[in-house]
């Protein structure tokens, strides 16, 4: 059991929006670390995809955004591609250690 | 090039020991934290452990489930971390990744390939 929790999969249509959240606790979140998102295409190695709950490394398309607030993050994904299905991963920080969420499956329709 | 390499993965008995590496280019590797993450087939992404840089005198930390059973080190005249791994358990089974810590950014932004290790008899 993840100490972030994800929804386990999540679907849209190309060019649509959808959003994955990832919810924790006041030890973690909510105590004020950053949240981070990475992109893992099944058989490859994950990817960094936001940053510091909100900022997206070079190279990473503005059509992925996160945000924070209280014990949650999210990540939404507009303008849905093809390319876009992956598991995506949140990561935060607890207790002097480094946690993921569950993941999510993107299906894209 | 920026990389991470993983290597020495492979089939062992459960009780066994195996000791992984993780070769890094085209950044400063020895003033970077280094962390281990592993993947269970079918799973998500597990901290296992990391070790920081000289200037933080290679101070390691780790997952409970790992604690005393794995141990990180590093030699940065290589280029090099290493995770080894004893008293193995097939729930150890897993691809074993190493990321580099952005303490630029504070999230992982480099991944090596990972390396799979199997535990069985």
């Known amino acids: 059991q993840s100490v972030l929790t994800q929804p386990p999969s999540v679907s849209g249509a190309p060019g649509q929006r959808v959003t994955i959240s990832c919810t924790g606790t006041?030890?973690?979140?909510?105590?004020?670390?950053?949240v981070h998102w990475y992109q893992q295409i099944p058989g490859t190695a994950p990817k960094l995809l936001i940053y510091?709950?909100?900022n997206r490394p070079s190279g990473v398309p503005d059509r992925f955004s996160g945000s924070k607030s209280g014990t949650s993050a999210s990540l939404a994904i507009t303008g849905l591609q093809a390319e876009d299905e992956a598991d995506y991963y949140c990561?935060?920080?607890?207790?002097?250690?480094?946690?993921f969420g569950g993941g999510t499956r993107l299906t894209v329709l | 090039e920026v990389q991470l390499v993983e290597s020495g993965g492979g089939l062992v008995q459960p009780g066994g020991s195996l000791k992984l590496s993780c070769v890094g280019a085209g950044f400063g590797f020895s003033g970077s934290n280094m962390h281990w993450v592993r993947q269970a087939p079918g799973k998500g992404l597990e901290w296992v452990g990391r070790?920081?840089?000289?200037?933080?005198?290679?101070?390691?930390s780790y997952a409970a489930s790992m604690k005393g059973r794995f141990t990180i080190s590093r030699d940065d005249s290589k280029n090099t971390a290493y995770l080894q791994m004893d008293s193995l358990k097939i729930d150890d089974t897993a691809v074993y990744y190493c990321?580099?810590?952005?303490?630029?950014?504070?999230?992982?932004?480099?991944w090596g390939q990972g390396t799979l290790v199997t535990v069985s008899s």
């Open positions: 006041s030890s973690n979140i909510g105590a004020g670390y950053d």
């Open positions: 990321t580099r810590y952005s303490t630029s950014w504070y999230a992982f932004d480099i």
């Open positions: 990561q935060s920080y607890d207790s002097g250690l480094r946690v």
């Open positions: 510091g709950n909100t």
């Open positions: 070790i920081r840089s000289i200037a933080n005198n290679y101070a390691t």
